[in-house]
């Protein structure tokens, strides 16, 4: 069985097409680090592409075919051999010859005929260098590996967070069934849309739309805090009762600043569920609410949301109405292109119609669905008398 300091010795590459040099080279060496031998240029990077490449090269420059100018470069410009430290043993002393090796990525430059103490000398100072230098790049690594499964673990929380609210929000209003799914996608199928359009193109980015589509399902839990004689009043809303159901907007955007003021720190998700939760019942022409906002004002992830909101609220089964058919409810909207949607965003919605009617058809509602969860909230109003 091998040494365990043998097999721990480093390994040096020696390439020259020299044999009297590569003898004398290996008899120098042999004692304290495992040595490999190269007559060509070839040869030795072969050996540094091989799966043992070496911990640090020995090149001599003059050599047939492949010069050692040449090896060092395809050394350094592959990612597999570009931390190997590199020494140019050469004959060449010119000042220019000298630095173009160094330019070119060596880590040194000794002259032949060698000093043996020098050179052996600078060889472990160079090993000693690279080791240091692995060590940090592999704890940088490390770091980096441990970051993205911290940031991935992070976002697996949020999303089934977003999960479980929403689901508990459901529990409250069994007609929204999946509702809040389909919302979801028709906002980001419209994001998605409008990332080239002018006026939109510097706000959609691929991490904007993220955040919208990973936003948009907290729209309305504002609705948790509607008393249930109201949020489940099988028929129209009361002018009164209507202006309390209003106030969930309000009620969800206090909610997630509340989370957000906890947290102690700002995040893109919770900003653009603020926005969401706050401004999507704004009208383009300001006869929304809670605040009557405008045009450009509203915020574009509510103005997203509205018109999926709409859409969604328009073909949907509730207690006191049907569900009206596609082209009915687009044609309704129609009306309201430039009063209470933002003109262009409708014309998108419009144009992904096929999209828009497959993500409706993918989470449609079942009667049985909503069948049972009347039935959970039967449940529950009955614990809480």
């Not at 019942?281 to 906002?293: F, T």
Request: aromatic content about 8%; overall charge negative.
């Amino acid at each position: 069985m091998e040494d365990l300091n043998e097999v721990l010795k480093p390994t040096i590459l020696v390439v020259d097409d020299t044999p009297a040099n590569l003898t004398l080279m290996s008899a120098l060496l042999k004692d304290d680090y495992k040595v490999k031998l190269a007559n060509s240029g070839e040869r030795g990077l072969a050996i540094a592409f091989s799966d043992a490449p070496p911990d640090l090269i020995l090149l001599d420059i003059m050599m047939p075919e492949i010069d050692g100018y040449e090896v060092c470069s395809r050394l350094k410009n592959d990612l597999r051999t570009c931390n190997i430290p590199v020494i140019f043993l050469t004959a060449k002393t010119e000042m220019e010859d000298e630095k173009r090796g160094l330019e070119m990525g060596a880590i040194d430059y000794i002259f032949k005929p060698i000093s043996p103490p020098i050179m052996l000398a600078r060889v472990k100072n160079h090993l000693l260098l690279k080791e240091a230098a692995d060590f940090l790049r592999d704890k940088t690594a490390y770091l980096d590996a441990e970051v993205h499964r911290r940031t991935e673990e992070v976002i697996a929380i949020q999303d089934v967070t977003i999960q479980i609210v929403t689901a508990l929000a459901e529990t409250r209003d069994p007609e929204t069934g999946n509702h809040i799914r389909r919302t979801q996608f028709y906002v980001k199928a419209l994001a998605e849309k409008l990332k080239t359009h002018p006026r939109f193109s510097h706000d959609l980015t691929a991490h904007n739309i993220e955040t919208f589509y990973k936003s948009a399902p907290l729209h309305d839990i504002g609705k948790v805090g509607i008393p249930d004689k109201i949020l489940l009043k099988p028929g129209r809303f009361e002018p009164e009762e209507f202006e309390i159901m209003k106030t969930h907007a309000k009620l969800g955007f206090d909610a997630i600043e509340q989370a957000e003021h906890q947290l102690g720190i700002k995040v893109d998700f919770l900003r653009t569920a603020k926005e969401i939760a706050l401004s999507h019942h704004e009208k383009w022409d300001g006869s929304g609410y809670p605040y009557g906002l405008m045009g450009d004002k509203i915020p574009l992830s509510a103005r997203l949301m509205a018109i999926a909101d709409v859409y969604d609220a328009l073909i949907s089964r509730r207690i006191y109405k049907e569900g009206m058919p596609h082209n009915e409810a687009l044609n309704l909207m129609r009306q309201d292109r430039g009063t209470h949607f933002d003109p262009d965003i409708f014309d998108a919605f419009i144009e992904i119609e096929a999209q828009v009617i497959e993500i409706a058809q993918k989470y449609a509602d079942t009667s049985e669905d909503i069948a049972k969860k009347r039935l959970n909230i039967q449940k529950i109003t009955l614990y809480k008398v």
